[in-house]
C-alpha cells in the first residue's frame, strides 16, 4: 500500500495494489477514485461502531485501485505499523482507515474517565497492519516512563499502552492546576501517542486578531475596526 501525505494541501492519496485492501471508516470523505466500481463496497457497521464514529456506513476498497481522502482543515493524517503484540488503546474518533485483516477489540474505559472524556470504549488493533490516524495539528509520539508521569491534556491523548497506569490530574503549583485543563497523568512503558494542535482559544485569538493594545484601540477609537487591523 503506497500512501502519499501532503499535508500542507490537505489531502492523501492512497494506491493499493492487488489483493491489497483497506476499510475506510469516513466513506464521504473520499473525494476522488480511480479504478474498477466492483472494488469499492460500502457495508453498514455494528453498533458499536455506529456509536462510537456517528456513522452508519464504512467503505472496503480492493486493489488495484486509487483514490484521494479529503482532510479537515489544520488536520493531518499519519499511518502507523500494528503489529500482532500491540498493546495501544486507542479513540476510535481519530482512526480514519485500517488494513483488511486486522482484529479489533472494543475496551471499556473505567467510569470516572468515560465520564471526562465522553468516550465509553478505547480500540486495541492487532496486526500485522496499517491504521490511518487522523489529528489536529501533528502526531507526536512520547516514550512513558516509570518513574516519571507524563501529563497530557484529555483532549490531546490519541491512544496509550493497555498497561500503562492511568488517572485523571492536574499538576504544578496552586495557581497552575486551578487554570489548566484536566490531565491525563500516565506512567508505565511504552508510547503514548497525542494530537498537538493547540487548544488555547485565547493565543489563537490574541494570533488572529493582534495584541491587547490593538484590540483597545479598535474598541475606543471611531472605525477602529476598520483602519486598526
Not at 502526531?139 to 518513574?147: A, E, R
Amino acid at each position: 500500500m503506497n500512501i502519499n501525505v501532503p499535508v500542507q494541501i490537505g489531502h492523501v492519496h492512497i494506491k493499493l495494489e492487488d489483493e491489497e485492501r483497506l476499510h475506510v471508516l469516513h466513506p464521504k470523505s473520499i473525494i476522488a477514485y480511480q479504478g474498477a466500481p466492483q472494488n469499492r463496497e460500502d457495508r453498514f457497521m455494528d453498533l458499536a461502531g455506529m456509536y462510537r464514529k456517528k456513522k452508519w456506513i464504512r467503505s472496503l476498497l480492493s486493489g488495484p485501485a486509487e483514490f484521494i481522502i479529503g482532510l479537515p482543515r489544520g488536520c493531518s493524517l499519519e499511518t502507523v505499523e500494528i503489529d500482532a503484540k500491540s498493546d495501544l488503546l486507542f479513540d476510535f474518533r481519530h482512526v480514519i482507515f485500517f488494513s483488511d485483516g486486522m482484529k479489533l477489540k472494543s475496551v471499556v474505559q473505567k467510569l470516572k474517565n468515560a465520564w471526562i472524556t465522553k468516550e465509553f470504549v478505547r480500540m486495541r488493533f492487532t496486526g500485522p497492519g496499517r491504521l490511518g490516524i487522523i489529528t489536529a495539528g501533528d502526531m507526536k509520539s512520547i516514550q512513558l516512563q516509570h518513574d516519571r508521569p507524563l501529563y497530557v491534556e484529555t483532549g490531546a491523548l490519541v491512544a496509550y499502552p493497555a498497561n500503562a497506569s492511568i488517572q485523571l490530574s492536574v499538576y504544578g503549583n496552586k495557581l497552575a492546576s486551578q487554570h489548566m485543563n484536566v490531565q491525563w497523568e500516565i506512567r508505565g512503558s511504552g508510547p503514548v501517542l497525542i494530537q498537538t494542535g493547540s487548544r488555547d482559544v485565547e493565543l489563537e485569538e490574541q494570533l488572529q486578531n493582534g495584541g491587547f493594545i490593538k484590540r483597545v484601540l479598535r474598541e475606543v477609537l471611531p472605525f477602529g475596526g476598520i483602519y486598526i487591523k
